[in-house]
């Protein structure tokens, strides 16, 4: 029951503080049962800086979309273009990199629209498969990922800096 005054749109300059604030929460809220505290902070840090973001929203091969109800700001999108063999190699494929929506609004449709809107992107743009990165331990995202047809390929560990290391599956599915 997708709610009637739902929207996406290209994150812009102007939403970048309301972006990082919107992560900040989601962040904080779900993952504190699955990475440290300090990880988490970590990972902020680095993905939603200033210079991050600006990079982030003006290249040609990366895109990131705010989810809105009404007008305001209730999860977040990204993807891009990025090989699933993780060679460098030219990408023939899209990762969504990013699926997150506020607590407060789960359960109604909005996570499905936003995979959805993913799916027909890497249609529009004749990338498959449609990849994905999940922590082990995140299982909620898992079930979702799993009933929307992705099937765990691998696992991935790897270092992020700052003493830490992501310890994920590699999921993926024909779109």
Not at 84 to 94: K, M, R
Not at 102 to 121: D, I, K, P
């Amino acid at each position: 029951m997708l709610p009637a005054d739902v929207s996406l749109t290209p994150v812009a300059e102007l939403d970048l503080a309301v972006l990082r604030e919107l992560a900040g929460t989601i962040w904080r809220q779900h993952y504190a049962a699955i990475i440290s505290a300090a990880q988490i902070e970590y990972m902020l840090a680095g993905r939603f800086s200033d210079e991050a973001l600006r990079e982030h929203v003006q290249a040609a091969d990366r895109w990131l979309e705010l989810l809105r109800v009404g007008q305001n700001p209730v999860g977040y999108c990204g993807y891009e273009l990025a090989g699933l063999d993780g060679d460098g190699s030219a990408a023939a494929d899209l990762k969504l990199g990013q699926l997150y929506l506020l607590e407060s609004h789960r359960g109604m449709g909005l996570g499905w629209h936003m995979l959805r809107h993913v799916e027909a992107r890497a249609c529009e743009l004749g990338r498959r498969p449609l990849w994905l990165r999940v922590n082990k331990n995140n299982a909620a995202a898992i079930r979702f990922y799993r009933s929307a047809g992705f099937e765990v390929i691998r696992e991935a560990v790897f270092e992020i800096g700052g003493g830490f290391v992501m310890d994920d599956y590699v999921m993926a599915k024909e779109v």
